[in-house]
């Protein structure tokens, strides 16, 4: 019986340690690569196909990242807008709680959040990668799904989902959580759009 198998894996992977977890023959590799670096996807099909003696298929992750980006753009746009509005703190929405003492600038709008911009922070383009990643696994059967992703939040977006899910889905990185965090990161955290949408998003579309 052939295990049809998907590596999930940006240019960080760890491709030995998949090499090492799976079977050497009757295995049909798909690698969905969720970077831009062809130097680390060919590494990792050449590793491949000197273990399985097979060449994986590799999935067009750019393509269907851009059309989702394209799909969900307007929705990314007006949540934030939504965000700034809703009373957080004591009554106070984000707007009026970064208002500088006896001034009537708001910090929020030197964000870059505030800018509603899908190009200048990544959060946006990590939110589309999540959920390409689960468009791709949804739409398609697999008898092994592996993730291997390095960006930490990405990859704990992924584990809690498939965990609440309760699907079968192995994570082969592990990074190593920062455990000294000041203020600055503290609320650079707490306006982390990504988090945010990650949450939001998977409410609306009932993921």
């Not at 798909?30 to 670096?37: E, G, N, V, W």
Request: charged share 30%; hydrophobic share 40%; proline share 2%.
């Amino acid at each position: 019986m052939t295990l049809k198998t998907l590596y999930v894996c940006d240019n960080k992977s760890n491709i030995e340690l998949f090499i090492n977890h799976i079977e050497k023959t009757n295995t049909k590799i798909t690698i969905c690569p969720i970077t831009t670096d062809h130097t680390a996807i060919e590494r990792y099909t050449d590793s491949i196909k000197n273990h399985t003696g097979e060449n994986p298929k590799i999935i067009d992750f750019a393509e269907i990242f851009h059309k989702k980006a394209f799909d969900i753009r307007e929705d990314f746009i007006k949540l934030i807008s939504d965000f700034s509005d809703k009373q957080l703190f004591n009554g106070k929405n984000i707007k009026t709680f970064l208002t500088y003492p006896k001034e009537k600038l708001s910090l929020w709008w030197l964000s870059l959040i505030s800018e509603k911009n899908t190009v200048k922070r990544d959060s946006f383009n990590n939110l589309v990668k999540f959920l390409t990643i689960i468009d791709t696994i949804k739409n398609n059967s697999y008898d092994e799904i592996i993730i291997d992703v390095s960006y930490e939040k990405l990859f704990a977006a992924l584990k809690k989902f498939f965990e609440k899910k309760k699907e079968d889905v192995e994570f082969l990185h592990h990074p190593k959580k920062n455990q000294k965090i000041n203020l600055q990161k503290k609320l650079i955290n707490f306006l982390n759009v990504f988090n945010l949408f990650i949450n939001v998003f998977l409410v609306k579309i009932n993921m």
